[in-house]
């Protein structure tokens, strides 16, 4: 049940779609024409041009595209204020009488639209300008929807600020890596020299077999590492046999050969979320040698810098690139050549680092807990379950 002095309406009743502003162009159009003034598509500005349609503020909803199915993880729709463009792949919503533009931003940010959607093709959908007419919304007063855009407009302040130190604090750790590792070889940021070794000299391989029926099946994620498929599909993708699997102890490391997006060798990850789990045979995987004084998380970081990948690509088959999977055959992966610090200035290495990473961290999960907390603020206000304090009015405060 809606609070008092809330209707129940539609899109088409109560919000002006201001889709005549559209203005389609192709990216040689574009070219022809640089400007300052930002040209819109469904999912963010994709450009800016030296002419302006819109001098308002607005909200777009995407036409169509396959991003209607990410609702969850990304807003479906934009807000903006000032002289922009938008094409013709997305619908123009304005300020009306009963809605405001950035009422209509928050209501449908995250909604899920496809009853909605026509189909158009595998994995392409359309919101046709009468399936958003049709679409329903909750809508306070004018003075109330202002009230509760400039509350969730805050957390927006927040969330930006905070996403933008992350930005600082990833690019600060990757200028640190890069000068530890790639240029402090041969820097005074380096107390102890350097020195080759074959990457079996500190390493040896890990061939355990799964007699022990493990069942946490384990894929390699480039931000996550090694993460069980359970929690990152949601589901395990694996064969119900897993007796070929390879089992893995925390601390050991892991090589998938598919190439990716940041990993164009490859992605090597060390196991430190479970005690236990097993891996594709797929994988090379190898731990430590007992005899052999290092430290874990030196090679966590130089493997993921990719000081390997020049030596990968070296022993990988040309032309072998199949589905995605690289040929590296496991005699020639164990004898890379490592170049690599004495154990002391490797802790050293390591601690500076695992500074910097746990500031990145704390960062990211400050960022997570603010959408969290936006996200179910919105649940609230956007619904009526939780009110606003407005001048003249003695609803409980947000």
Known sequence: MLPDGWVKTTVGKSCTIRNTLRFPLNATDRANMPGEYPYFGPTGKIDAIDHYRIDEPFALIGEDGDHFLKFRDR???????GK???NNHAHIIGNSKECLAKWFYYCFMHRDLTATLSRQGVGRYKLTKSGLEQLELALPPKQEQAAIVEVLSTWDQA???????????????KTLTNALFVHGRHSSMTTHGWKFADLDEVFERVTRRNTTANSNVLTISGTRGLVSQRDYFNKSIASENLSGYTLLQRGEFAYNKSYSAGYPMGAIKPLTRYDQGVVSSLYICFRLRNEVEADADFFRHYFEVGMLNEGLSGIA???ARNHGLLNVGVGDFFKLRLHIPGVTEQRRVAAILNMAEQKEQLIAAQLDK???EKKALMSQLLTGKRRVRLPADEAEPA
């Open 317 to 319: 088959q040309e032309g």
């Open 75 to 81: 807003p479906m729709t934009l807000y903006f204020e």
């Open 84 to 86: 922009a463009n938008v």
């Open 159 to 173: 969330i930006a600020t905070t996403e933008g130190l992350l930005a600082n604090a990833c690019t600060q750790r």
């Open 370 to 372: 603010l959408r969290d």
